[in-house]
């Protein structure tokens, strides 16, 4: 096992869920015959069935707990790790609900928005495009974190080409359409790429910077909105609750976070810990708007598991967006076997 050293507690390094005190259920993941692993062959399987039912099977209630058992499996044999992946436009519901919550700003007023793992920069121009276009007036002060050099750098200089994926290995372009094409790129110098247009990269202020690290809110300072998906997930389960409770700071009381991407058991447990209000508009759309991630359940460790109403706790649990109302001080989460608890203050 990897440990992660103190002064870097959100960087995600490659570990194994459960590693410390493995499970049965990690154990038996783990295990192999004739140096073959007996669970990847009973995995590769049900995929290949699986994939050949159609959705109204798949959605019925055995198999959605087949699938839940068959996730745990997964998650237990396969070892987390970054990566860069974005889109323009990724969750379009989700840009839809920035859209409202902008409209309900004052004339002219300020809006601060900090993205965190903002990758290639994506995510960042797509959703400064939609308040921008939406409320001219708005004077939006923001700022993009990512813990990569390299993929900032990218994000920074808003060049995009439209054969090569460019660190990102994904169809960044996939899900924008050729009008929203027009209205944020203008044709770039080699012909085979495009670049953001000035007055959407203006302003942004871009950092090296870990969201993880306390030092984070001296950084940014509070926030109206903090956007921070599809990097907690890749995180061991302490190193995300930890991650999740730092960025929570940044947000001012009454502020948004946008927190998807990331372990559900983690975000409801933190949610519910600090008394978070789950935003019900378009919580549904939302939790189904990015097909990488809904498409992906049961097979990766990041695939998002079903909309389920019949959960007592469905609103928190599918809520990727929360209104922060004040954090009151508790005592910190302690982890045993992968369970979470609460620990007692001493004294
Ligand atoms: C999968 S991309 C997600 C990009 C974008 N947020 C999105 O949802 O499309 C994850 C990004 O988070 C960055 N990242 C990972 N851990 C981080 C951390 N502790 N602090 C800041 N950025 C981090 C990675 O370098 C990567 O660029």
């Given at each position: 096992m990897v440990e992660l050293g103190p002064e870097h507690p959100g960087i995600a390094i490659p570990i194994k869920e459960g590693?410390?005190?493995?499970s049965l259920l990690a154990r038996l993941a783990r295990a192999r015959l004739f140096r073959k692993s007996p669970v990847a062959a009973y995995l590769n399987l049900n995929n290949w069935i699986w994939k050949r039912l159609p959705p109204s099977v798949t959605a019925l209630p055995p198999l959605r707990s087949y699938g839940r058992f068959l996730h745990r499996l997964v998650r237990s044999r396969t070892a987390r790790r970054q990566y860069f992946g974005t889109f323009f436009f990724r969750n379009r519901p989700q840009l839809t609900l920035i859209r409202r919550l902008s409209a309900q700003r004052g004339l002219g007023s300020i809006v601060k928005i900090a993205f965190l793992g903002c990758s290639n920069g994506a995510e960042a121009y797509s959703i400064l495009w939609t308040i921008r276009s939406a409320r001219p007036d708005l004077k939006i002060i923001s700022q993009a974190v990512d813990i990569s050099k390299e993929v900032l750098k990218l994000a920074q200089k808003g060049v995009y080409s439209l054969t090569a994926p460019e660190l990102v290995e994904a169809p960044i372009f996939a899900r924008i359409n050729g009008d929203e094409m027009e209205a944020m790129f203008d044709p770039g110098k080699n012909g085979d790429d495009v670049q953001i247009k000035s007055w959407l990269k203006e302003g942004i202020t871009w950092h090296l910077g870990d969201a993880g690290s306390p030092e984070i809110l001296t950084l940014l300072?509070?926030?109206?909105i903090v956007v921070a998906n599809n990097f907690l997930c890749h995180m061991t389960r302490p190193n995300a609750d930890r991650c999740l409770r730092n960025i929570a700071?940044?947000?001012?009381?009454?502020g948004y976070l946008f927190i998807s991407g990331i372990d559900l058991d983690i975000r409801t447990e933190v949610a519910l810990d600090l008394g978070w209000r789950p935003v019900r508009d378009l919580m549904e759309d939302i939790h189904d708007g990015d097909a990488s991630v809904r498409n992906d359940w049961p097979w990766k460790y990041w695939g998002l598991e079903p909309f389920d109403k019949?959960?007592?706790?469905w609103e928190v649990r599918y809520a990727s967006v929360f209104q922060l109302v004040p954090m009151v001080v508790r005592p910190p989460m302690q982890y045993e076997n992968g369970r979470a608890s609460r620990q007692r203050w001493l004294g």
């Open positions: 590693m410390a005190h493995p300072g509070p926030q109206d700071r940044l947000v001012t009381p009454g019949r959960r007592n706790d």
